[in-house]
């Protein structure tokens, strides 16, 4: 979540209304409140959150402490807050996200740092906590666009040089901006606004006496541009992690000639250090300290492979040398190839960018042999996260904050066409949003597996409650299938009010005693198994939910269900007929076991059968716990 990520994060009142107001945001845990030190009533206040007491004036407080945060929520006059950050602020690169919650906890506002500094993320985040209205003034919310300087982040694209403002500042403008991607993820590109004024092409398309000529550019290479900086066209460049760089080295060969080496080689071929995913060796290199070294200083992972495996992979310059020494006729060009590949059954060498080269230095120890090979689809390097949300009913105020919160800050959202539309209220500019129809659930749970193993965060959407009949089973069904260690990716559930939650509360309290659900869909169920338990609840006399009762090809089921609980209950036992709960179409039905199925009955209804002591009173169902000792009729 966007609170965990913006972190540490503080939270600052200056009165007890606005403590007020941020009491929501500081239970969370997750943020640090800060109050004046000469309150005295503050020493009996508990919360998950930390308390800080600053001492003097707030102004002095903030900057002691304004390169210690990632973050900062105040409840405070707008222009009191620009006063007292104006002189922190650097960079908005560097920055921290600053958010402003008005006194009356209406409104939510990202004043400073909101692309790069997560200040628009932080201000939803907090707005869902906080129940008010998130208000963003950058441009790119306006146009429902990503902003063209974050778009890269959910992929793990790195930031390269060239006149991000100037860019930005044509987008805003809603000039033609000429986007040149020659590598990463397209994904982004799928979920654009129709009126769109980005550009997919090439640098000499469209013509610059064309009416739509560009104004600004951006690429999407691993390879390093050099922009004039005299240019009228302002240009920037994202770097997607998508090279492999393949090392082999001397036993003791120093850091310093295996980064040398790695540089060398990608001057060679005109390719950005920042589009390195990561490097790959031999497994008897493993333990390298020079390469250890480097690797953790850079933030490169390291991907060891054994001998057997790389004499496997064509190359074209193997080496009888090598092959003697180590097992295998190539290191750097074999690791390279098989760290990009998406199939190690199917290596190319295609892939390769830079031959190996093979580097010295007299005033190094060791030898160093570079290749660089380029994968299909980038290394994020983050931490993929799948949730599992149940967005209740279908109002927006039936879902829980939380998983609000889980919908508008996820990298994607996965699930029916129906139930995205319900939610779109909640999607923000850039995220990835894929409906399939209702039939396929397994190819949901597949793609939203697979896009977090990547390395995304990926919200899976359900109806109800994602754990009840939902996609919660499914996807951990799948994920066991493909071996999940239960870690990566990490997988949260958020819980939703189910359907017969809905349809309860909408007559009454028909759910007061013991009940159970049972679905009537044979589709993954044999009928004879749904029977058996039809039966078991009738004779136990539970209040008895039905889920997808009678569909266009199935109608017989919902009248042998009937005939089932006749035979252990009254014909005048109450029954409530609910379709499209808290939804705009909603329709509620009280009528008794002998009539119910005159009443229309389709895939959007629950039928909710009472047991012996469920009552009708003023237009509501009762079933009595026993509070009473004796049932009021």
């Known amino acids: 979540m966007v609170l965990e990520t913006v972190q540490p994060l503080a939270a600052i009142a200056t009165t007890p209304s606005a403590v007020n107001r941020l009491r929501a945001l500081w239970e969370t845990g997750l943020a640090t409140l800060w109050v004046p030190s000469d309150w005295s009533d503050w020493s009996e206040v508990t919360a998950p959150g930390s308390l800080y007491r600053y001492s003097g004036s707030l102004r002095d407080a903030l900057a002691a402490r304004w390169a210690q945060y990632r973050g900062f929520v105040?409840?405070?006059?707008?222009?009191?807050?620009?006063?007292?950050?104006?002189?922190?602020?650097?960079?908005?690169?560097?920055?921290?996200?600053?958010?402003?919650v008005d006194g009356a906890g209406q409104f939510v506002i990202s004043l400073c740092g909101g692309h790069q500094g997560g200040a628009d993320s932080l201000a939803r985040a907090v707005a869902l906590q906080l129940g008010a209205t998130p208000i963003l003034t950058g441009a790119a919310n306006q146009l429902g666009l990503p902003g063209i300087d974050v778009l890269g982040t959910p992929f793990g694209w790195q930031q390269?040089?060239?006149?991000?403002?100037?860019?930005?500042?044509?987008?805003?403008?809603?000039?033609?901006?000429?986007?040149?991607?020659?590598?990463?993820?397209?994904?982004?590109?799928?979920?654009?606004?129709?009126?769109?004024?980005?550009?997919?092409?090439?640098?000499?398309?469209?013509?610059?006496?064309?009416?739509?000529?560009?104004?600004?550019?951006?690429?999407?290479?691993?390879?390093?541009?050099?922009?004039?900086?005299?240019?009228?066209l302002p240009k920037a460049q994202w770097h997607p992690r998508v090279l492999w760089v393949g090392i082999g080295c001397e036993r003791g060969t120093s850091r310093q000639l295996i980064e040398a080496a790695v540089q060398q080689a990608c001057r060679s071929a005109h390719l950005a250090e920042a589009a390195i995913a990561g490097v790959a060796t031999l497994d008897l290199k493993a333990d390298e300290a020079g390469l250890l070294e480097l690797c953790r200083d850079r933030g490169w992972p390291l991907r060891c492979f054994p001998a057997t495996v790389l004499r496997s992979i064509p190359v074209p310059t193997p080496s009888e040398i090598v092959a003697a020494e180590v097992g295998t006729p190539s290191v750097a060009e074999a690791a390279a190839v098989l760290a990009a590949t998406s199939n190690p059954q199917k290596p190319s060498t295609s892939m390769l960018r830079v031959p190996k080269q093979i580097v010295r230095q007299l005033d190094q120890p060791g030898a160093v042999t570079v290749a660089i090979a380029q994968a299909e689809r980038e290394y994020t390097g983050r931490q993929g996260q799948l949730w599992l949300v149940g967005i209740g009913p279908g109002q927006l105020t039936q879902i829980t904050p939380a998983a609000q919160t889980a919908i508008t800050q996820a990298d994607a959202v996965i699930g029916y066409g129906l139930y995205v539309e319900l939610i779109r209220p909640l999607l923000r500019p850039g995220q990835i949003v894929e409906a399939l129809p209702i039939t396929q659930e397994r190819q949901r749970a597949e793609r939203a597996i697979d896009l977090a193993t990547w390395g995304l965060t990926v919200a899976v959407i359900s109806s109800g409650d994602c754990g009840i009949y939902g996609m919660a089973g499914l996807v951990f069904e799948l994920l066991q299938a493909h071996d999940w260690n239960g870690e990566k990716p990490a997988v949260e559930v958020f819980p939703g009010i189910t359907a017969l939650q809905a349809a309860a509360a909408r007559v009454g309290a028909p759910l007061m005693h013991d009940f159970c659900a049972i679905s009537l869909s044979d589709l993954l169920t044999p009928w004879e198994v749904i029977e058996r338990r039809l039966v078991a609840a009738a004779q136990a006399d539970f209040v008895t939910a039905l889920y997808n009762p009678r569909s266009q090809t199935r109608t017989q089921q919902i009248a042998i269900a009937q005939q089932i609980f006749l035979q252990h209950r009254a014909a005048d036992t109450p029954v409530a007929i609910v379709k499209s709960a808290y939804r705009p179409d909603e329709q509620i039905t009280l009528t008794t076991l002998a009539d119910f199925l005159d009443t229309p009955i389709d895939m959007l209804t629950l039928v909710l059968i009472g047991n012996q002591s469920t009552r009708r009173f003023a237009n509501h169902l009762i079933t009595p716990r026993g509070y009473l000792g004796k049932e009021v009729r």
Do not use: M, N
């Not at 409840?75 to 560097?94: E, W």
């Open 160 to 232: 390269g040089s060239g006149d991000w403002t100037g860019v930005s500042a044509a987008v805003a403008r809603q000039d033609p901006v000429q986007v040149i991607q020659e590598a990463g993820s397209t994904l982004w590109q799928d979920h654009l606004p129709p009126d769109h004024r980005l550009q997919f092409g090439f640098p000499d398309s469209p013509p610059d006496t064309s009416p739509a000529a560009a104004k600004a550019r951006l690429w999407i290479s691993p390879i390093q541009r050099r922009f004039a900086p005299e240019s009228d």
């Open 74 to 100: 105040f409840c405070l006059a707008t222009g009191a807050v620009v006063r007292l950050i104006a002189p922190l602020l650097h960079h908005k690169a560097t920055d921290p996200a600053v958010v402003v």
